[in-house]
T-cell receptor
Framework: GQNIDQPTEMTATEGAIVQINCTYQ??????LFWYQQHAGEAPTFLSY??LDGLEEKGRFSSFLSRSKGYSYLLLKELQMKDSASYLC??????????WGAGTKLIIKP | GAVVSQHPSWVICKSGTSVKIECRSL??????MFWYRQFPKQSLMLMAT?????????EQGVEKDKFLINHASLTLSTLTVTSAHPEDSSFYIC????????????FGEGSRLTVL
């Protein structure tokens, strides 16, 4: 079957760095998305990786290793507003989106 | 965990026809369902929000007469793309919330529409 794994919840301190991991086992691969979602709101696009390596966008970076079926989202200089759920989603060979359950990130002062 | 299922997962249709996509919450009652559209390598675009038994609320720029949304029961919402054209080809995704305080969303697998 197809599977996306990410931690259920993580806690970090304001100003610190946190890495949210996502491992996947899917039938084929056509890209991986990271989304941020605040409670009750629609997800916000953070990144899209289809090639191996690290992509940096300001305080957020996303890394992909296709051979390992692994991605991570790195958040630097954490702010209280970064408290949210972070969703990993993989596009499989049929262009179906396979969603992770999301990681709830709690930022403490 | 809560499961949201979409059907069909893949549909090809001719220009001018209408296509209906279903979104079902399989093991919970969804008080609110959301419909999104996604273009390749771009963000999910929220199209509309629907609450069971009431009219959907459409986002700015989304034609409500073209994208008909019906949320007739607590477990089913449908999106009908009327008079589809090639530019409507896209990935349509639904999500649902149980209405709990967490506001947690559960996503469907998506429906890929190709209009010839």
């Amino acid at each position: 079957g197809q599977n996306i794994d990410q931690p259920t919840e993580m806690t970090a301190t304001e100003g610190a760095i946190v890495q949210i991991n996502c491992t996947y086992q899917t039938s084929g691969f056509n890209g991986l998305f990271w989304y941020q979602q605040h409670a009750g709101e629609a997800p916000t696009f953070l990144s899209y990786n289809v090639l191996d390596g690290l992509e940096e966008k300001g305080r957020f970076s996303s890394f992909l290793s296709r051979s390992k079926g692994y991605s991570y989202l790195l958040l630097k200089e954490l702010q209280m507003k970064d408290s949210a759920s972070y969703l990993c989603a993989v596009v499989d060979s049929n262009y179906q989106l396979i969603w992770g359950a999301g990681t709830k990130l709690i930022i403490k002062p | 965990g809560a499961v949201v299922s979409q059907h069909p997962s893949w549909v090809i249709c001719k220009s001018g026809t209408s296509v209906k996509i279903e979104c079902r919450s399989l093991d919970f009652q969804a008080t609110t369902m959301f419909w999104y559209r996604q273009f390749p390598k771009q963000s999910l675009m929220l199209m509309a929000t629907s609450n069971e038994g009431s009219k959907a609320t459409y986002e700015q720029g989304v034609e409500k007469d073209k994208f008909l949304i019906n949320h007739a029961s607590l477990t089913l919402s449908t999106l009908t793309v009327t008079s589809a054209h090639p530019e409507d080809s896209s990935f349509y995704i639904c999500s649902a919330t149980r209405g709990s305080d967490t506001g947690e969303l559960f996503f469907g697998e998506g429906s890929r529409l190709t209009v010839l």
